[in-house]
Nanobody
Framework: QVQLVESGGGLVQAGGSLRLSCAASGRTFSSYNMGWFRQAPGKERDLVALITWSGGNTYYADSVKGRFTISRDNAQNTVYLQMNSLKPEDTAVYYC????????????????????WGQGTQVTVSS
């Protein structure tokens, strides 16, 4: 089992940047594919970005392609989400998630595919 703790959220103006971090503890971090999801008030939890256990394969939602970058440091047991050119519609609670590793990130796009979750971090983008 793995425990996940997100950090790095906050308030930023449109066009700004934030970097989210998710620190993992418990089982070997490289045993897991990792994902970032987000949930706005009154909406479902949606996929943002995924990364395989080695970092060799990533997947992004169309809404964030070219603006967000997911990465991981297995030595530091941490996954990151660099968010640039932020828009008000990016406002949400951002969650880190983990599932057992696989070579392809795009095979698991739904929140229900991920059994392990952090508590979330709020990102608010003002216009």
């Amino acid at each position: 089992q793995v425990q996940l703790v997100e950090s790095g959220g906050g308030l930023v103006q449109a066009g700004g940047s934030l970097r989210l971090s998710c620190a993992a503890s418990g089982r070997t971090f490289s045993s897991y594919n990792m994902g970032w999801f987000r949930q706005a008030p009154g909406k479902e939890r949606d996929l943002v970005a995924l990364i395989t256990w080695s970092g060799g394969n990533t997947y992004y939602a169309d809404s964030v392609k070219g603006r967000f970058t997911i990465s991981r440091d297995n030595a530091q047991n941490t996954v990151y989400l660099q968010m640039n050119s932020l828009k008000p519609e990016d406002t949400a609670v951002y969650y880190c998630a983990a599932r057992s590793r696989s070579p392809i990130a795009s095979g698991f796009l739904k929140s229900g595919d991920y059994p392990y979750w952090g508590q979330g971090t709020q990102v608010t983008v003002s216009s």
